[in-house]
């Protein structure tokens, strides 16, 4: 899921911990479940009145709906962010993988590769894998009456992106070194100090654990046998052994990472709010995913979405045009944007299915990003999600045994969702 494979993936923002304890949706109340740390470093109520402003560190933040949507469909911006000036100083041989790339070549590839995606094919080719997968980790809640929701949507959101991907011929044990990969709480990599050296020895490690024991075997297996996925793609367009690596990664950042954490938020919800439960429980398939899909929109996995301009480029400031000069950094507030009552209408943080949202965002807001980075799995994420949530709820005595803790990557505005604990156990 998330917004553009990889989002995260080669950036680690400190993470904070904080109570997720929160109220439900009534008579228009504050719905959400994840209260997001505020915003560091912009002037003293600016964050909340201005669609548009210039922070105390240059970069510009944008709240409003439409001017956020501006920002991610203009040509005169770029991706930004997420280890991007890293990624910018590899040898320029080497092909960056989609989420770095923009222009014509990221277009291109974007085209090709859209067939993985399309709502047919999500049908056709995914539906069954999710419905078995998801029978499987629900079977581990059935049999030990108790599990974190988080290690079980985690297995589904493996499996699913493994296949879309092509990294089935792996050896077993590819959470632990995803777990590894991706850890609740990051240091910087360095050469100025211990620690430093030690999260870079780290993650060099982890990457050649991936690499090892899955990509390496992903690609001589489908070098005897061409498979219709992802890495039969890479192979085809001539992509190195590393290229495909940072690939994989990318996606499974974005594929398996943010599923899971969005798959925990919206369980949450509905084990919340008794109503929201029965009307998701009674719902059609179109009806389920409206319920997911304002659930998003109230709790986007990744809220900071980050663009540099290449041009000047004019926003709606409020009380008048605002012109962001070339150069710029812009950081798009995804939660902000998303409850803008401009766009999405009165109420603007409950949880309402089916709301209208003004600029043809989608029902989930720009929770899946939008213009040429948006996300190409969305329809996949949400098909997930309802796969697992409605043979989750069909289980009979099931309940949240435990509310869960949050924590948050400040640098994607990203939130983790830990120690969800489910049971169908009965109450002592």
Same mark, same amino acid.
């Given at each position: 899921?998330?917004?553009?494979?990889?989002?995260?993936?080669?950036?680690?923002?400190?993470?904070?911990?904080?109570?997720?304890?929160?109220?439900?949706?009534?008579?228009?109340?504050?719905?959400?479940?994840?209260?997001?740390?505020?915003?560091?470093?912009?002037?003293?109520?600016?964050?909340?009145?201005?669609?548009?402003?210039?922070?105390?560190?240059?970069?510009?933040?944008?709240?409003?709906?439409?001017?956020?949507?501006?920002?991610?469909?203009?040509?005169?911006?770029?991706?930004?962010?997420?280890?991007?000036?890293?990624?910018?100083?590899?040898?320029?041989?080497?092909?960056?993988?989609?989420?770095?790339?923009?222009?014509?070549?990221?277009?291109?590839?974007?085209?090709?590769?859209?067939?993985?995606?399309?709502?047919?094919?999500?049908?056709?080719?995914?539906?069954?894998?999710?419905?078995?997968?998801?029978?499987?980790?629900?079977?581990?809640?059935?049999?030990?009456?108790?599990?974190? #929701?988080?290690? /079980?949507?985690?297995?589904?959101?493996?499996? %699913?992106?493994? *296949?879309? !991907?092509? +990294?089935?011929?792996? =050896? $077993?044990?590819?959470?632990?070194?995803?777990?590894?990969?991706?850890?609740?709480?990051?240091?910087?990599?360095?050469?100025?100090? #211990?620690?430093? /050296?030690?999260?870079?020895?780290?993650?060099? %490690?982890?990457? *050649?654990? !991936?690499? +090892?024991?899955?990509? =390496? $075997?992903?690609?001589?297996?489908?070098?005897?046998?061409?498979?219709?996925?992802?890495?039969?793609?890479?192979?085809?367009?001539?992509?190195?052994?590393?290229?495909?690596?940072?690939?994989?990664?990318?996606?499974? *950042?974005?594929?398996?990472?943010?599923?899971?954490?969005?798959?925990?938020?919206?369980?949450?919800?509905?084990?919340?709010?008794?109503?929201?439960?029965?009307?998701?429980?009674?719902?059609?398939?179109?009806?389920?995913?409206?319920?997911?899909?304002?659930?998003?929109?109230?709790?986007?996995?990744?809220?900071?979405?980050?663009?540099?301009?290449?041009?000047?480029?004019?926003?709606?400031?409020?009380?008048?045009?605002?012109?962001?000069?070339?150069?710029?950094?812009?950081?798009?507030?995804?939660?902000?944007?998303?409850?803008?009552?401009?766009?999405?209408?009165?109420?603007?943080?409950?949880?309402?299915?089916?709301?209208?949202?003004?600029?043809?965002?989608?029902?989930?807001?720009?929770?899946?990003?939008?213009?040429?980075?948006?996300?190409?799995?969305?329809?996949?994420?949400?098909?997930?999600?309802?796969?697992?949530?409605?043979?989750?709820?069909?289980?009979?005595?099931?309940?949240?045994?435990?509310?869960?803790?949050?924590?948050?990557?400040?640098?994607?505005?990203?939130?983790?969702?830990?120690?969800?604990?489910?049971?169908?156990?009965?109450?002592?």
């Amino acid at each position: 899921m998330g917004v553009d494979p990889g989002a995260g993936a080669a950036d680690h923002g400190r993470r904070e911990r904080i109570d997720g304890r929160r109220g439900v949706d009534h008579d228009g109340q504050d719905a959400r479940k994840v209260k997001r740390p505020a915003e560091p470093g912009s002037p003293p109520g600016a964050q909340d009145t201005c669609p548009v402003v210039r922070a105390g560190d240059g970069t510009w933040r944008v709240r409003g709906h439409a001017q956020a949507r501006a920002v991610l469909r203009s040509d005169a911006t770029v991706q930004a962010g997420l280890g991007i000036e890293t990624v910018e100083k590899l040898p320029a041989r080497i092909r960056r993988p989609v989420l770095y790339r923009d222009g014509p070549e990221h277009r291109e590839d974007r085209r090709q590769t859209a067939r993985y995606f399309t709502p047919r094919r999500v049908d056709e080719h995914y539906r069954e894998l999710m419905a078995r997968v998801a029978d499987a980790q629900l079977a581990r809640l059935r049999a030990a009456g108790r599990a974190p #929701l988080g290690e /079980l949507s985690f297995g589904m959101a493996i499996e %699913v992106a493994s *296949a879309i !991907i092509g +990294l089935t011929a792996g =050896r $077993p044990g590819l959470r632990g070194r995803l777990e590894r990969f991706f850890p609740e709480k990051y240091g910087r990599p360095g050469l100025t100090s #211990l620690t430093g /050296l030690y999260w870079l020895v780290r993650q060099n %490690v982890n990457w *050649a654990r !991936i690499y +090892l024991a899955d990509v =390496r $075997p992903a690609i001589r297996d489908h070098r005897r046998e061409r498979r219709d996925d992802l890495i039969t793609h890479l192979l085809d367009q001539g992509c190195t052994a590393a290229e495909i690596l940072g690939e994989c990664l990318t996606f499974a *950042a974005a594929g398996m990472v943010t599923t899971r954490e969005f798959i925990c938020v919206a369980a949450w919800h509905l084990f919340g709010d008794e109503a929201l439960l029965a009307r998701y429980r009674a719902a059609d398939e179109p009806g389920r995913l409206a319920v997911l899909h304002e659930i998003l929109r109230l709790e986007p996995v990744v809220a900071r979405l980050r663009r540099r301009t290449t041009a000047a480029l004019e926003l709606d400031g409020g009380d008048g045009p605002v012109t962001l000069p070339p150069g710029a950094v812009v950081e798009v507030l995804v939660d902000a944007a998303n409850t803008d009552p401009g766009a999405v209408g009165a109420n603007p943080l409950s949880v309402c299915p089916g709301r209208t949202i003004d600029g043809g965002a989608g029902p989930a807001g720009l929770s899946f990003g939008d213009g040429a980075h948006k996300c190409p799995g969305s329809g996949v994420a949400i098909l997930e999600t309802d796969v697992f949530l409605t043979r989750l709820f069909a289980m009979e005595g099931v309940r949240m045994a435990r509310a869960p803790r949050v924590t948050f990557d400040n640098d994607i505005g990203g939130y983790e969702i830990r120690d969800l604990i489910v049971t169908t156990a009965p109450d002592p």
